[in-house]
Every structure is written in C-alpha cells, then in structure tokens.
C-alpha cells in the first residue's frame, strides 16, 4: 500500500470482472481484488449461478478458483451448471458439507460438542486448499454452512472477520452466497456478514419477475435501484435501468415531416427530432395507423425508422398498413425500416429498453416508435411508478441522441378526455396528438386534433378524419362552429352574434 502525502495509505484497486457485464456496470466496474461479496435471495433466485459466472470469468483468464460448496455434491454442480452454458470443470472444488458416511454409519460426538469438531475442520479445510492452490477467487456456496458449526452468533462473527481478513491478506476474491427465508420482508437492524462484507447483491423472485439490487459496495458505490434479471439458456441476464447521462449534444430542432399535408398542417410541419409525440386515444380510433404514417413520411423522407409493436404482429401490422396504401414491405425490404414483435409478459421493460438501444446502435434511426404504451406498462407489471421512471429513462436517452419518438396511448374513455395520456405521462410528451370519438347531431363522428405542441405553433382545432382503404388516414376540414368535443357530447354555436348554443348531442 503506498503513502499518500498526508501520511494515510490508501489501497490501490484493482477490478476484477464478475463474469456478467451488466453486473459489473451495476457495481461501477466489477468487483475489487482481495475483497469479499455477499450474494443473498430466497431459493431459486440464482445465487449459485451467479457465482459460476465469476469463477468461468476467472478460469477465462487463466486463473485458479475454488468452489467451496456444502449442499450440493461436485457432480450435481458441474452438470447443472453445465445446462446453462457454464463449463467450471477446472475449478478445485472443497465439499465441506456431510458424506454419506456420516448417515450410514450414525457418525455422531458423545466426549466434545460437535460444532467444535466440525468448526476446527472446516477452518483447517479452507486453510489448507488455500494454501495449496493459492486461489485468486473463491465461491462459498452458501456461507450458511459455516454458521451451523458455531456455537453461538459471537463465535460465527469472530470466525467470519478471521476468514475475511486471511482471504483479503491473501489477495482472494470471494464471493459467499446466503438463502433467505421466504417470510423476509426485509434486513435485520443488525446483519453481521451484511456488515462485515464490503458488497451485496440482493436478487428476488416473485411470482411476476426477477429482480436485482446492489444496495452496498464499499469503496465504489454503485448504481442505486433494482434492475432486470433473467436467466435463460446461457445463464444470468442483466438489464440495467436506462438512466439518462446529460452529455454536451446540443439540441436541433429540425422538423421531420409525416408525409401526410393535413397532419403536417396539424403539426406545424411535422414533429422534430429530439422530441417525444403521443398519439392517443380510445381503442380501434386509428392511433396505430396514424403512428405508421409517421413512420411511412419519416422513410419518404430519406431517413431510417425503427417500429416496436406490443399489440400485434408483425404480420397483421404489414397486412393492415398495406391495406391502407402504405408501402411497409417496400420498406422493410430496403432496411430503412425495422420492425419488432414485443411480448411484454416475456421481457422486462429493462430487457426491452437494451433492445431498443442496441439497435439505435447498429440502425441509427432518425424515428423510433412503440405502437402499445399499456404493452409496455404490462412488462412493469401494473408498476405505475416504476413505470413512469423507465418511460422517461428511455425516451430522454433517445431524445439525446436526436431521435423522434413517436407512442401510441390508450385512452381509458370511448369518447371524452379525462386526461391527455393514461398514465400520467404527458409531462414526457413535447407532442401530443388527440383522436377520439365525438357525437354531432346524433351521429358518430371522428375528431382528430393537437392538444399539446412544445415547439412552435400548431392548428389548434379538431377536424374530422376517417381511415379509408387504400387511403388510410383522411383528415378533412376542422368542425365548425362546434365546441365540448373534449367532452365527447358537442354543442353548436348559433351563427348569430349571440352566446346561445344548441346542443348537439
């Protein structure tokens, strides 16, 4: 350890990789050489996976690791370990748990306390594979086995602060893992490995999702909040939170047209890039095809599109835009426009977010849509809160990057407005375009209009449109002399000079 100049001595770090990337961005660069890690969850949650990653990432490197286990045997760990891509069949393995010799032949301790005897060869175990192999990184799994052959709780914290400090002495990586008791709701006030590690990893299971958390990592910090975890055939997953890095790019408010004269004329021109637009409105009024126009005027214009759909399928959305004189195929065909198929009850929104930022990586658009803003919500599991947050992570990194994003939101009402989006959203929204169904004389009629326009000036009328096959959307001239159609129920002004108005409803 060198001195600093004010005659302390500070530790030099050096990160060592946990073996998930993501992970190692959730405790800002990996973990530290020499230091020890808890990893705790109920059972199920993927403790034991999550420590083979990070000795596969070690053995990766030409590193010797050591798999301390205690409940499952060697053979057991290798094989399912195995299934999921994960090869540690170089580790050194320590089983510190019973043999089969100690239920057949009724082994049992009748002249000492058997927790001194089972305490002393464990410690003398540990001791010794450390000292033959000497390790850079360490799995205990789980680090329960250990309380169990201590006496007493002050017995176990002294036994755990020695064998911390001999691993750190050592330069040993370690990470233990600890299962909780299904009825946990939360810490204890005093938690002795909690307190004694120098990082946590909290992973939870419920029945809607997997979840993880760093609450602690001394030294470091870490990215605060729970994130997205799944494990699927190749191991563990991370998704973290889209969270917005304000950088220097500095905002240019070109207009992109949508290709069609009368929405532009709505608009202002069209929407511009760097700016979030909500089409809304209650079911089956036209949002989506609206939406697909935009999508349509922004690939007419030269540029490149990326397309999420949560309602349907690719199929029916090619089928249905065609349908409606719109050339999506064409589109696809000659890449400037990618569309994708979002199952929210099978991806997180965190999982959703990185697929979205992975292919403005590779696209480049200069427009990204999401048809289905409930979908979304679905894949937080009715989370409003949590919700809006990765809502407005997602759309302010895209907004940053000059892209348009264009959503299409569900309206809870078949007519009227109670609110300008479904979920409280419209202080992301810099556009939002409102189409609803409203009632004139009796008949059923379509009103289209912007209710909000960030920048710049915009028709602020509502005019009647209709979707025409083979035409799509039409948007014909505003009504006249009409006000309530926020309302659903209009009335009409008398032309006479008065205030008097009949209803129309």
Do not use: W
Not at 103 to 118: C, G, I, K, M
Not at 420 to 434: E, G, Q
Not at 477 to 488: A, Y
């Amino acid at each position: 350890m060198p001195d600093c100049s004010d005659g302390t001595a500070t530790e030099e770090i050096e990160l060592v990789a946990s073996g998930i990337p993501e992970l190692d961005e959730l405790l800002n660069g990996g973990y530290v050489r020499g230091r020890t890690y808890l990893v705790q969850g109920v059972s199920g949650t993927g403790k034991s996976l999550l420590g083979q990653h990070f000795l596969r990432a070690g053995l990766d490197r030409e590193e010797t690791v050591v798999y301390i286990h205690g409940e499952e045997s060697r053979d057991d760990i290798l094989v399912n370990a195995a299934r999921l891509g994960i090869d540690i069949q170089e580790a050194e393995f320590l089983d510190i748990g019973p043999g089969t010799d100690f239920f057949a032949e009724d082994r049992s301790y009748n002249l000492v306390e058997a927790t001194e005897v089972e305490s002393e060869r464990f410690t003398q175990d540990i001791k010794q594979v450390i000292e033959d192999v000497d390790p850079s990184r360490i799995l205990v799994d789980p680090i329960t086995q250990l309380q169990y052959v201590e006496r007493d709780e002050y017995q176990y914290r002294k036994r755990l602060q020695s064998l911390i400090r001999f691993l750190r002495d050592r330069q040993v990586t370690t990470v233990a893992t600890r299962t909780h008791d299904r009825s946990r709701t939360s810490r204890t006030t005093h938690d002795d490995f909690e307190s004694l590690s120098d990082g946590v990893v909290d992973l939870y299971l419920d029945e809607r999702e997997r979840r993880i958390a760093v609450p602690k990592h001394r030294g470091l910090g870490q990215v605060d909040g729970t994130h997205g975890l799944e494990i699927r055939d190749h191991g563990i997953e991370v998704y973290p939170q889209t969270i917005p890095k304000h950088g220097d790019r500095t905002f240019d408010p070109e207009l992109i047209p949508t290709g069609h004269e009368s929405l532009d004329g709505l608009l202002g021109g069209g929407i511009e890039r760097g700016t979030v637009s909500f089409i809304s409105g209650p079911t089956g009024i036209g949002k989506s095809t609206t939406g697909a126009r935009s999508l349509s005027g922004v690939v007419e214009d030269g540029g490149t599109a990326l397309g999420y759909l949560f309602e349907e399928s690719i199929d029916q959305f090619v089928h249905r835009s065609e349908a409606l004189g719109l050339p999506i195929s064409e589109m696809r065909a000659q890449g400037s426009l990618v569309l994708t198929e979002t199952e929210p009850l099978v991806r997180s929104a965190e999982e959703f977010d990185q697929h979205v930022l992975n292919q403005v990586d590779e696209h480049a658009p200069d427009a990204v849509f999401v048809d289905g803003l409930s979908g979304y919500q679905t894949s937080l599991q009715g989370d409003d809160r949590r919700f809006v947050r990765r809502l407005h992570g997602l759309t302010r990194v895209l907004k940053d990057r000059g892209i348009a994003v264009i959503i299409t939101d569900e309206a809870d009402r078949l007519t009227g407005i109670p609110e300008a989006t479904s979920t409280n959203t419209s202080y992301i929204a810099d556009n939002i375009v409102f189409l609803t169904y409203v009632e004139v004389g009796g008949e059923l009629d379509r009103a289209i209009g912007v209710v909000k326009k960030r920048l710049g000036d915009f028709d602020s009328r509502f005019h009647r449109f209709s979707i025409e096959s083979g035409a799509g959307l039409v948007i014909e001239g505003p009504f006249d002399n009409v006000r309530g159609i926020m309302e659903g129920s209009s009335t009409r002004r008398v032309p006479d000079g008065s205030n008097r108005t009949t209803n129309e409803s």
